[in-house]
């Protein structure tokens, strides 16, 4: 496939997910082998003490990994998310999370992934907030 | 710590969830070491094939077993997640999740819990969803 | 498959492997879809402060999970590990631990299961001591 | 501390533990914030198919990823293994295995980390064989 055409299809698939869309989470990068999403604060994705939900968190590794991995996939096929483990670094209110997937090894089979997630806050500063590993399955495309 | 004190301390946290209540999550149980929370099927909580999304999935996993672990830490305590890891068993659409979370260990600074996730149909066919493990830790409540 | 069957499936397979005939591991019991493993205490599986060492626990948590999967794999295949996480409840020494490994479910291609390790003190006394979730694929019997 | 109070503090630690020494594992590198350890083929850390076992594969990565995060514990602190989770990328056998361990990221009471494992094959070529993350937690030194 090509770069365009493996675009495409994260884009397509994106576009599809009603939580993403409501929550204002944006595609920001898509290569082979990886992709980045942001998520922006809202009350939409806090928890108690007002700090990005780790619930949102995983949200954002999970895809931005599984979409890391649908870059790598067989043509016609699509990843399911198989299982994954996420450490929460730092608790962060404000600005914008970015999560950066990368595949660590595309097997026939399975893909293994790894996620990092960053905290940017509205002054510009980084901080490390999540690290997520996670195991995607290749099922045929059921859409 | 009374049963109502218990349950009151979870509801006060659980209320100022902003993800939670913009999701139209529910808290269905809650008692020394065990918590049990529901989310209704909707377009906020989907992904590509219109199933329940894996981040939908985990927040309510990772609550639960928050909550459970809630119930058991010192007053004047909360409880942070440090991480957790889920198994997706099924993707299930309609109906509602319910997560069930239940305290393993609660040690002095670690609590170990595990979440089962089912889904309800809106025939009543229960079908289990997914599966967590999680460590928690106690902090001093900062709000 | 008959339960006899089933027990020398297991059986054939554990005496092959050379770490756990090397530590003096024992089969205790296999079930469908449960198995259960010893290992008493020796120099030859202790950390730096004399206590089981958390690689002994993990392997022998992988293999009761991964033992108990193969209860339930279609005949003429194996069962490999593609991944699990194991929390650490109590630190022990002396004795013998005991893991026992039960399927949570058994799909086609991935089984997941669920073990949980105890310490059972040269008192009998019974001790947490770890917990496991694991996933499974099933693969072509290679031997 | 310098950089010897460390590689020592990291040896001293190792040389106690009974199961390294008896499988054969040798510390490589010790620097702040990282470990390396390598762990030869035997009969000693074989599975039912003659391929490096998972038990050894993730003790490995454990003691890795531990002592890289040793590196960075106070003075008079140990550190305890919370949890891991590891995915396994390719079953291996003969040459060595090297398990590097890093630290992600050092709180004061929680201490994060990653290893990656190789196989180096008795021909020199290198395969990654499994990938880990891990949480630690500091503990007063206890003998």
């Known amino acids: 496939m090509t ?20 929550l204002g989470a944006r595609l920001l990068r898509v290569e082979p082998g990886l992709c980045e999403i942001a998520l922006p604060y809202s009350c939409k994705v806090t928890q108690q003490q007002d700090g990005f939900h780790g619930g949102a968190i ?42 950066i997937g990368r595949v660590a090894k595309a097997g026939r089979r399975v893909i293994v992934t790894r996620a990092e997630v960053l905290h940017i806050g509205i002054n510009g500063k980084e901080t490390a907030c999540a690290l997520m590993q996670q195991t995607l399955m290749c099922v045929p495309k059921s859409y």
């Not at 299809?9 to 939580?19: C, D, I, L, P, Y």
């Not at 995983?58 to 790598?72: K, N, P, R, S, V």
Request: charge should be negative; charged fraction near 25%; glycine fraction near 12%.
């Open 58 to 99: 995983g949200a954002l590794a999970d895809i931005a990994g599984g979409y890391a991995g649908l870059t790598q996939a067989p043509d016609g096929m699509e990843v399911t998310t198989v299982e994954y483990k996420i450490n929460f670094l730092a608790a962060l209110r404000d600005g914008e999370l970015r999560a």
């Open 3 to 22: 770069d365009a055409a493996i675009r495409s299809r994260v884009e397509n698939s994106f576009a599809r997910q009603g939580m993403m869309q409501h």
